[in-house]
């Protein structure tokens, strides 16, 4: 059974730029959930996939959007990047049994 | 609205000394309870989780937890700590177990001291 996927592992971006970040599920999951943490803070919710839809969404402006694909697996695409954006952002599965599992994460730099 | 307030952003340890790290939570409705630990450059990993029944939770790496539900605390607990438990550790909260967002509290670092 694998883990929780996600690339790359880190990265760095020029504000204004766009980035997209990926995320492979645990095998069996059909839920997928963005987080960023930012340095020395807790994980942010971002917003939630279930079945291709999104299923909830947390203080993040539109330029932060989100796919996922028929395989389960996700993308992160954030829009007109600013220093704020500089974080680890995190990905977590979660299945019908219920339980999230988290990536290592993608270290993202914007300067 | 959920919320968690971890009391401690940092706890020293002596190496072999007991543990508890602070957590309590606010709901307006039942909640589920987690701890996860975070090694540097590392994601989330799942320590223990409280869902229902028992309120002493025993996890890996020899933690342990307690809901309680009147002082909305779920405190994470080890009798003998070893450096290798060096980690930020995060406390959250979901009103649902896999379909409903995570809420994190900001973290507790924990340093063993040899």
């Known amino acids: 059974e694998t883990g929780v996927t996600q690339s790359p592992t880190h990265l760095i971006k020029t504000r204004g730029q766009q980035v997209t970040l990926r995320c492979s599920s645990q095998s069996g999951h059909n839920t997928v959930s963005w987080y960023q943490q930012a340095l020395g803070q807790g994980p942010q919710f971002i917003f939630q996939y279930y079945r291709e839809e999104e299923n909830g969404r947390g203080n993040f402006p539109p330029r932060f959007s989100g796919l996922q694909f028929p395989n389960y697996s996700s993308e992160l695409n954030v829009n007109a990047l600013e220093l704020d954006d500089s974080a680890l952002y995190l990905c977590?599965?979660?299945?019908?049994?219920?339980?999230?599992?988290f990536g290592s994460g993608t270290r993202l730099t914007v300067v | 609205a959920q919320s968690v307030t971890q009391l401690d952003s940092q706890v020293p340890v002596f190496e072999e000394a007991p543990v508890e790290l602070r957590c309590n939570y606010s709901s307006s409705v039942s909640v589920y309870l987690f701890w996860y630990v975070q090694y540097p450059n590392q994601g989330l990993q799942l320590l223990l989780k409280y869902l229902s029944g028992s309120t002493l939770v025993k996890g890996i790496n020899g933690f342990e937890a307690e809901f309680n539900k009147s002082q909305t605390s779920f405190h994470l607990r080890k009798p003998s700590v070893h450096i290798s438990d060096t980690a930020e550790y995060f406390c959250?909260?979901?009103?649902?177990?896999?379909?409903?967002?995570?809420?994190f509290g900001t973290g507790t670092r924990l340093t063993i001291i040899p």
């Open positions: 959250a909260v979901s009103a649902n177990f896999g379909n409903e967002k995570l809420t």
């Open positions: 977590a599965s979660s299945g019908t049994g219920g339980g999230y599992t």
